[in-house]
């Protein structure tokens, strides 16, 4: 490490150990620029739902903008006064709508990546704005708990029964990846050719990367998948923590704790909510107290099969996501030093 990585290192590790003086400052920040955002889309008349929704919709504008206006006041009184008790559940309550809010943007960023296009768009970037808020919001409700100058204790211990969530995750998403790729081979499953779902994903806007990646006989969300269960490994695994050797230049170096951590809370957020809902109306349409719309699909009872696979996969991973990642947050959270 040359003298100006050294330097530069140490300029950031400084700046870094004095988040409990400026996120208030971000989070006050975040919140004019929220604000903003709500202020304009009410003025605008666009909806923040996700399908749009009726006249009404756009009148969310107006809820958006008075959040980020109780944030502003809120977070500037943080600066001002310091972080009292009744700002910092005043923090918590706007922290757990904005992560409401955010739900499913993890959806949002799938699709972005298989090359769709979200429903809407003002609703995607209100989910980003949200998420961001999330944390910026808990960061400050937290700024008195931690010291500056604070190091981070590393931990390679994790019980056996951590341990047990990426296996529940992985196998869990075996059934998936096969019906995946026996589509993307060109074979039938739940009655439906993986021709006929080439024309479904070409139909729903699918872009010419997806569309070849389908023609070769390799699904993106199966690859999706693959890089969703290396994140789950990687949160009980040393390599989670410090590079190995397979890195390169990184290895032998300690991992950035957000790094893992932030997609990691983000699909668990989004996963593990979005499949025991989807598994509890799943058994509802199963004992017939619903219907189960068909979809792309040629009946009913095909569409109900193939969201029992993917549903089932998203609950369980969600699930050992949520596990690992709070174990994962417990061994690296920082400690005095």
Request: proline share 4%.
């Amino acid at each position: 490490m040359t003298s100006v990585e050294r330097t530069m290192k140490a300029l950031w590790s400084a700046w870094w150990q004095r988040w409990p003086r400026w996120v208030a400052w971000a989070t006050m920040l975040w919140a004019v620029l929220y604000a903003g955002f709500g202020l304009a889309c009410a003025l605008s008349g666009t909806s923040l739902l996700h399908h749009g929704g009726g006249s009404w919709a756009s009148g969310l504008g107006w809820v958006v903008m008075a959040v980020g206006v109780l944030v502003t006041l809120v977070s500037g009184a943080v600066v001002r006064y310091g972080l009292r008790p009744e700002l910092r559940v005043l923090l918590w309550v706007a922290c757990g709508l904005a992560a409401i809010t955010a739900f499913s943007l993890l959806m949002d960023v799938i699709t972005l990546m298989v090359g769709q296009g979200v429903d809407s768009r003002a609703s995607a970037a209100n989910k980003a704005l949200a998420a961001v808020g999330a944390v910026l919001l808990a960061a400050t409700a937290r700024s008195d708990l931690l010291p500056a100058g604070t190091a981070v204790r590393a931990s390679a211990d994790v019980s056996r029964l951590i341990q047990l969530a990426p296996w529940a995750g992985t196998l869990a998403f075996v059934p998936y990846a096969a019906m995946k790729l026996v589509w993307a081979s060109g074979g039938t499953f739940a009655g439906i050719s993986g021709e006929e779902m080439l024309a479904v994903s070409e139909r729903n806007g699918a872009s010419g990367l997806f569309l070849t990646l389908e023609s070769w006989g390799l699904d993106p969300t199966a690859l999706l998948a693959v890089l969703g269960l290396f994140l789950l490994w990687g949160l009980v695994r040393p390599w989670g923590q410090v590079f190995p050797r397979w890195t390169l230049f990184l290895r032998g170096r300690r991992v950035p704790r957000w790094l893992p951590l932030a997609p990691a809370l983000l699909g668990a957020a989004t996963l593990a909510p979005y499949g025991v809902v989807g598994v509890g109306y799943l058994a509802l349409a199963t004992a017939g107290a619903v219907t189960m719309r068909r979809g792309d699909f040629h009946s009913s009872g095909d569409a109900l099969l193939v969201g029992w696979i993917g549903i089932v996969a998203f609950a369980v991973y969600g699930i050992a996501l949520t596990i690992a990642a709070r174990s994962y947050w417990l061994r690296t959270r920082p400690a005095a030093g």
